[in-house]
Each structure stands twice: as C-alpha cells, then as structure tokens.
C-alpha cells in the first residue's frame, strides 16, 4: 500500500481478524477491505500530485486546501474499516451459528460410546429396538369348591345299586348310598375309581367340604358315604358325609407262589352274549347258563346255541359227569349248565354240572297244506317249487362234521328248520327246510365243513331253486 503525503493522517489499523473454526470466510472478507482501502489512497495521492504539477504557486499560497482533502482521505479511510469490521463480525456470526449444531452432534456421539459409570445402568433406549419386558405369570383364579351338603335324600334300593354299577346303564339314578374304591386325582378334583360289575370301572367326583382333604389320600383305598348322583353312565358325583382311607399295602418281596388253580367267576349278561355269538368272545372261560338244542357229531353230545344249520352256528361239546344219560334229549331244547370255556369264535366245550330240558324258542312251522319238494342226499338237480310252499333236502351227516348253508343265502330262499334226526341203525341226518317268500331262480350251496371251524370245507354241492308264483 502507498504511504499518503506528509501532513495527511496515517489510515487507522483494521480490526483484528476474529477467529473462527473456518478461517477462509475472514481471509476473503480481510482481503475485500485491503483492497477497497488501497483504491481509495492512490485516487487521493494521484489527485494531489496532479494539483502540485498544475500550481505549485497555489500550493505555497493554499496549504489549507490540501489539508482538507487529507482529512477527507483518512475520514474515508476510516469509514471504510469500520464497514470491514462489520463485515466480518457478521461472517464470525455466521460461522458460530453454522458450527454449534455440529459441535453438539459430536458432543453427543461421544456422550454415547462413552461406557456408562459402575453402580449406574443405561436406561434402555426407545423405540422399535426396545425389548419387550416379560410379563408376571398369571395367578390362577380358585376354583369353586362345594362347601355345603345338600339335604338327606332317599337310600338307595338294590335296584338302584345294581344300575348304579353297571357301566352303560343307570345314568340319572340318586340316592345316599356308600362306594368303595381307590382314589385319583383328576384336573386338581379327588375323583373315586369304583369296580362294578363286568369289572369295568366307574368315577364319581367327591364334593362336599372334604373336597380339600381327599386329595392327601392319593391311591390310598377309600370308602365314602353321602348322596350319590350317577350323571353319566359311567360315573358321576357324590357329596361326601363320612369317609376313611386305608394305606395301600406295601408289598414285600416274597417268594414265587406255587401255582393255584385259577378261580372261576359267573360270566355276566354280557360276556354270555358273547359267548354264544359267531365269531366273538375266543378265549373266554366262566360259570354260565347256555340254551341251545341238543345234536351229536360221532359219540359226542353238541348243544347248539346260535346260528343253527348256517356256516355262522356256534356249537359246544358237553362233557364231565353231568353230561351222561343225554340221548334221549336228542333234538330237545335244553339249558345247561356249568364251565363254559370257549376256545374259538365258533364254539368249544363245557364242563356239565346241571342240565334241564326246556320249551324249543322257535314255534315249529305246520307242514299240513303245503306242497313240499323233497331232495335226498347230495344231487345237484333243479328243484321248481311254489311261492308260500315248501321244499326240503336231507342230508347225511358225518362224525366231526356238519352239513350247513350261507347265511346270506338262508335268509334268500327262507330257511326255517335245520332239524338234526339221529338213527339207531346208521349214522344221524340233517333235514333242511325251507319256505321261499320272493319269486325267481337262486342257487343255493351246501358245504360239509368241520363243526368248530367251518372255514374247513370237507366237500359241498349246489342245488339250483326256482320259485314260481
């Protein structure tokens, strides 16, 4: 910069440069202000050279005028600094306005990878990243107990009782009473395990104020006695009055035991309608009475329960000391009694202890007014018969073995009769008789198969039937 005349004032020094963090912005505005400073002094010098060329006469007489317009010069010069400093305390301004947002961000990026101080935890941070708190167990709510007995009500009669233990039958069935059984528990209720008859189980629920104590005799042998409501047909409720509890017997190493005839026990209703049932019951073995008509196969009585004449029949050999003196029941309806143990689902034996001849089931058919055809012996011809008569075949048995027919095909062309007739000179015969009921031509097959196994077919024959109407 060029120094002004003598005379003139020195220009006053700019203001000090403000630090800042961006220290481009204050050069470039420093910089602006030099220049402009510099301009306006050479326009002022280069003016008063060119008025001492013009008059220096007039410079000697007017020294004043000279110092005027110095003045005016370092007046301008002043003005000038004073707009850069202005200026640049206004870009200072700017640059701390700009720097403080991210002075803060980085003061709060390292506040975050700073570890957290001991004995202090983080709070948990907000948001979609928050782990989900566990939440305390419910508390389950108590059930409902019955606290009170209801009234007395009537004893229960042995009626009662008896459909009372009997599984599938008795629903709907109260009164007081006593049960004995072993106890459980069941879904947190104490619940009575009760044998009845067929020995199939029973469960009654316990209520009554007791409700809380029963449970502390788990499998223990408990007899209760109160009002006894059998809601289901295989259990029920009772409100409990008295009860006692026997310890289960611990059971103690022992020797083997010595082997004991098994103890028979009375077959229930049911178990006898399995066991004169084709097919069912194989293996079972109790006291019974069967009714059935009496046959012989060889030197053996077979008293036929079911099915008769079909390849369904269910048959038992009678033996044992009651089984003797029996021909002259041959053909006779009997009822027998004793050990029935049957070994197949067809049949097996019996062990006689009582027999007693009984009214046949089935009413015979008159046979007076019917036009019958008659079949001797294995043929396998046609046979032409009316609608509503009848026809027969007889057959000739074989020891071991018996004549029978089709279920299916017994109940198409009408079988009524399957008479066993023994002979005293030959061997015994088998008479078929048969009503037909449905018109038109059906063929019918008669098998020579085993007497407890008829899928053991010896031989057979066919006889074709033609019904006319």
Do not use: C
Not at 122 to 141: L, Q
Not at 322 to 335: C, D, E, Y
Request: charged content about 30%; overall charge positive.
């Amino acid at each position: 910069m060029a120094k002004p005349r003598s005379g003139a004032k020195k220009a006053t020094p700019a203001a000090k440069k403000v630090k800042s963090t961006k220290p481009g912005v204050l050069k470039t505005a420093s910089k602006s202000v030099a220049k402009a400073a510099a301009k306006l002094v050479t326009k002022t010098s280069g003016s008063a050279k060119q008025q001492e060329k013009k008059a220096p006469a007039e410079k000697k007489a007017a020294p004043a005028a000279a110092k005027k317009t110095a003045e005016k010069a370092a007046t301008k010069v002043k003005e000038v600094a004073a707009a850069a400093t202005k200026i640049a305390a206004k870009a200072a301004a700017k640059v701390k306005e700009v720097a403080t947002p991210k002075v803060k961000e980085a003061a709060t990026s390292k506040a975050k990878e700073a570890p957290a101080p001991k004995g202090k935890e983080a709070p948990a941070p907000k948001g979609k990243g928050r782990e989900p708190v566990a939440a305390p167990p419910a508390v389950e709510k108590p059930r409902p107990r019955a606290t009170k007995l209801p009234p007395m009500a009537e004893p229960l009669n042995k009626r009662d009782l008896e459909q009372l233990l009997t599984a599938g039958a008795g629903r709907g069935v109260v009164g007081e009473g006593s049960l004995k059984g072993r106890l459980t528990v069941i879904d947190g209720l104490p619940n009575l395990v009760v044998v009845g008859r067929d020995k199939r189980e029973l469960t009654f629920i316990l209520q009554g104020p007791d409700q809380e104590v029963l449970p502390a005799y788990l499998d223990h042998k408990v007899s209760v006695s109160g009002l006894i409501k059998k809601t289901t047909n295989y259990g029920g409720t009772v409100d409990v009055r008295k009860f006692s509890a026997k310890k289960p017997e611990v059971e103690e190493s022992t020797p083997e035991p010595v082997e004991t005839e098994v103890r028979l026990r009375y077959l229930s209703p049911g178990e006898v309608s399995q066991v004169i049932s084709a097919g069912m019951g194989a293996g079972m073995k109790g006291f019974a009475a069967l009714r059935g008509n009496l046959e012989m196969t060889g030197d053996e009585f077979v008293l036929v329960v079911s099915n008769g004449g079909t390849r369904q029949q269910v048959s038992y050999i009678l033996e044992g000391k009651g089984a003797k003196g029996l021909r002259k029941f041959l053909g006779h309806t009997l009822s027998v009694t004793g050990v029935v143990d049957k070994s197949s689902g067809w049949g097996g034996r019996i062990d006689v202890e009582n027999v007693e001849p009984r009214p046949s089931d089935i009413r015979p058919i008159s046979r007076e007014g019917l036009d019958s055809v008659h079949v001797e012996g294995e043929q396998s011809t046609h046979v032409e018969v009316k609608l509503n008569h009848a026809f027969t075949v007889r057959l000739q048995e074989q020891p071991g073995f018996t004549w029978a027919i089709e279920p299916t095909a017994a109940k198409r062309v009408g079988l009524r009769e399957a008479n066993f007739e023994p002979s005293s000179d030959g061997p015994a015969t088998r008479e078929f008789f048969f009503t037909p009921r449905n018109p038109g031509t059906s063929e019918v097959e008669f098998f020579l198969a085993k007497a407890f196994n008829p899928g053991q077919v010896e031989r057979s024959f066919k006889l074709n039937v033609t019904v006319k109407p």
